[in-house]
C-alpha cells in the first residue's frame, strides 16, 4: 500500500502540468481516421529435397515446413499469433498470457500490460514488467518518464522441479526527470524495488533466496563546457538490504539514506555501493579526443538489470585525426581495464588493449586502409598458503603471474579500373596476420599460434543489365606447436538480375585443397544456384541448389557428395 501511495504522490505532482497543457481540451475524434482493427502477418511453405552418396545419409530425403505469423492490432493492442507445421514437429503459440498496450498521444506515450523501459545502465536498464507506465515530453526542455509494475512473480520452491528457482513477488516503481537547458542535459533518477514477504508460503533460505529491497539514485549530465569541449558524467548509489528481516541499523549509512523515509529502511543486512562513468571530448579543426573513465563498485547491482558487471575499471583513450586535405586519416585507441578493486579475490586481472587504424586515400582509384591491434591480460593469482608460511616471498613471485598476448594486424587495397557509365571494374586484395601467445612469468608456456590469410579478388558489373562478375583466391595458413597446415583454392561467382530487378539469378563455384605437413588432407568442390523472385511486394519465390563433393585422397577416391534442393514462397499481407 506504500507504494501505491507513494506513486499516487507522484501522479498528483504532475497533474499541474498535465492541465497546464491543456490534455483534458484536445480533440480526440482523429481517432476515427485510423482502421480500429488491423491484421497483418505472412505465411509461407518450405520445401527440401537431399540426397548423398557415398556415405549413409542420416537425414530424410524430403521435408516441408508450413509456418505462419498473424498480429490483430486494435488501437496499438497486439495479438500476435504463430504456427509451425511440418512432417517432424508441429507447433502453435498464442502469447495470450501477456500482453502489452502502448498508446501514444502528441507528447504522452504510455504502456500498458507487460512492458519495459531503460532510465540508465545504473538504474532500470531493460528489464520487463506487469503494470504501466508514462513517457512525457510536453516541451523540448522537459522529459518525464515513469513505471510503476511487477518484476517478478511469486514462485514457490519445488522439489520436483529443479530448473524452476523459487522468487518473491518484487514490485518496484521509477521515475526520471530530464531538463535541458544551459547548453546541457541533466537527468535525475530513482527506483526503488522490494520484495513481499507474504508472497511465499515459507521462505526457502536453504536455497539462498531472501526477500530484498533496492533503491538507486542517480543523476547525469551531458554538458558543452566552452567551444569544442563536451562533459558527460553519470554517477548512481544502490542500496541493497539483501534480507528484510534483519534488523534496522542506522550506523555507518550514507546521509541520504538514511533519510530516505518510506522509501528505503537501512538494516544490518543493507550495502550501499556507487559506479561512476564520465567523458571528455575535445573536438580540434581537423582531429578530436576523448578521455573516458568508469569504475563500478563491488556488489553493485540493481534490480532493474537482468545481469550487470561490478568490481571494474576502466580508462579509455582515443583520439583521430585527419591530414593532406582528408586523403590520411588515422585512429588511435587505447584502454586499461582491471578487477579486484577492493583487493579481496583470490586472483586479480588487468587487461590493456591498444589499437591503430589508418586509412590512405591515394587517388580517386586507389584506398589503402592498415589496422593493428594489440591485447594483452594479465593475471595475479593469490596464493595465501604461500604468503603465510613462505620465509623468501620472492621465490614463487613469477609462477603466480600469467600473461596472454594476442597480437593482430591487417590491410586491404583496392583499385578501380578504368570504368565507363556502364561498366564497372574493381581489384582488391586483402590480408590479415593474427600471434597468440601466453607467458607464465617470463617463461612462454607455449609456442603461440600464428594465422594468415590473404585473398585477392577482381569485379566487373555492366550496371544497364544488372550483371556482375567476381572472381577470388584465397590462401589460409596456421602454424601451431609446430605444425603448419594450410587452404588454397579460387572461386567464381555471377550474378544477373531479370525483369526489371524482379528475379535475381546467382551461380558460385569454388574448389579448395586443404594442405597438412606439405600433403593434401581434402579436396572440397561445390557448385550453387539460387533464384529470387518478388511480385507486387507481397510475393516472394526463392530456389536453390547446392552441390558438394568432399573427398581425402590419401583415404577414397570418389569421396562423400550431397545435393541439396529448397524452395521457398512467402506471403506478406497488410
Request: glycine share 6%; charged share 20%.
Amino acid at each position: 500500500m506504500k507504494i501505491r501511495r507513494h506513486v499516487l504522490h507522484i501522479f498528483l505532482l504532475l497533474m499541474p502540468m498535465l492541465f497546464g497543457y491543456e490534455l483534458f481540451g484536445q480533440d480526440l475524434s482523429n481517432l476515427d481516421e485510423k482502421d480500429p482493427i488491423k491484421i497483418t502477418g505472412s505465411a509461407s511453405a518450405n520445401q527440401v529435397y537431399y540426397g548423398q552418396s557415398g556415405s549413409q545419409s542420416g537425414r530424410d530425403p524430403y521435408s516441408y515446413y508450413l509456418m505462419g505469423r498473424l498480429n490483430v492490432a486494435l488501437y496499438g493492442w497486439n495479438i500476435p499469433l504463430s504456427y509451425r507445421y511440418s512432417n517432424q514437429s508441429r507447433s502453435f503459440q498464442q502469447p495470450f498470457n501477456q500482453f502489452s498496450l502502448s498508446p501514444r498521444y502528441k507528447w504522452i506515450q504510455a504502456h500498458v500490460g507487460y512492458s519495459s523501459m531503460s532510465f540508465s545502465n545504473y538504474t532500470m536498464s531493460g528489464h520487463q514488467f506487469y503494470g504501466a507506465g508514462l513517457e512525457l515530453k510536453p516541451t523540448n526542455d522537459i522529459e518525464v518518464a515513469l513505471m510503476y509494475g511487477r518484476l517478478k512473480r511469486a514462485t514457490e520452491a519445488d522439489t520436483s522441479h529443479q530448473n524452476r528457482e523459487p522468487s518473491f513477488r518484487r514490485k518496484a516503481y521509477g521515475i526520471q526527470t530530464t531538463l535541458k537547458k544551459w547548453n546541457g542535459t541533466y537527468t535525475f533518477t530513482l527506483f526503488r524495488s522490494k520484495d513481499e514477504q507474504s508472497s511465499l508460503d515459507s521462505i526457502p533460505v536453504q536455497q539462498g533466496i531472501l526477500p530484498e529491497e533496492n533503491l538507486v539514485l542517480s543523476f547525469k549530465t551531458s554538458k558543452t563546457l566552452f567551444q569544442n569541449f563536451s562533459f558527460d558524467l553519470e554517477y548512481a548509489g544502490t542500496a541493497i538490504t539483501s534480507d528484510l528481516r534483519s534488523r534496522t541499523n542506522d550506523v555507518g549509512v550514507p546521509v541520504i539514506y538514511n533519510n530516505a523515509g518510506a522509501i528505503f529502511t537501512p538494516r544490518q543486512s543493507s550495502s550501499f555501493h556507487k559506479a561512476l562513468k564520465t567523458s571528455m571530448n575535445y573536438q580540434f579543426e581537423s582531429a578530436s579526443l576523448a578521455l573516458a573513465y568508469e569504475r563500478v563498485d563491488p556488489e553493485y547491482r540493481t534490480h532493474g538489470a537482468y545481469y550487470f558487471r561490478n568490481d571494474l575499471e576502466n580508462i579509455t583513450i582515443n583520439g583521430q585525426s585527419t591530414f593532406f586535405e582528408e586523403r590520411i586519416n588515422i585512429s588511435m585507441n587505447a584502454g586499461l581495464q582491471r578487477d579486484d578493486l577492493n583487493n579481496q579475490k583470490t586472483q586479480q586481472m588487468k587487461r590493456l588493449v591498444s589499437s591503430v587504424n589508418a586509412g590512405f586515400r591515394a587517388s580517386d582509384r586507389l584506398n589503402i586502409n592498415v589496422n593493428y591491434s594489440n591485447f594483452q591480460s594479465y593475471t595475479h593469482v593469490k596464493n595465501q598458503f604461500e604468503d603465510i608460511n613462505n620465509t623468501r616471498p620472492y621465490n614463487n613471485l613469477d609462477t603466480l603471474d600469467f600473461t596472454q598476448i594476442s597480437q593482430n594486424m591487417g590491410f586491404s587495397l583496392s583499385y578501380k579500373l578504368k570504368s565507363t557509365e556502364k561498366t564497372r571494374r574493381q581489384i582488391s586484395l586483402n590480408g590479415s596476420w593474427q600471434e597468440a601467445s601466453s607467458e607464465q612469468g617470463d617463461v612462454p608456456v607455449n609456442s603461440g599460434s600464428k594465422f594468415y590469410n590473404l585473398n585477392a579478388s577482381y569485379n566487373y558489373s555492366i550496371q544497364p543489365i544488372g550483371l556482375s562478375l567476381n572472381t577470388t583466391v584465397n590462401m589460409n595458413q596456421s602454424r601451431n606447436a609446430g605444425k603448419r597446415s594450410s587452404i588454397f583454392g579460387p572461386n567464381v561467382s555471377v550474378n544477373k538480375s531479370f525483369f526489371d530487378r524482379k528475379l535475381r539469378s546467382s551461380f558460385s563455384t569454388s574448389y579448395n585443397r586443404s594442405y597438412s605437413g606439405g600433403n593434401v588432407n581434402s579436396e572440397v568442390f561445390n557448385i550453387r544456384f539460387s533464384n529470387s523472385f518478388k511480385w507486387k511486394e507481397q510475393h516472394s519465390l526463392q530456389m536453390s541448389m547446392i552441390y558438394m563433393n568432399r573427398k581425402r585422397p590419401d583415404v577414397d577416391v570418389e569421396g562423400f557428395s550431397e545435393f541439396t534442393i529448397r524452395m521457398n514462397y512467402n506471403y506478406r499481407f497488410k
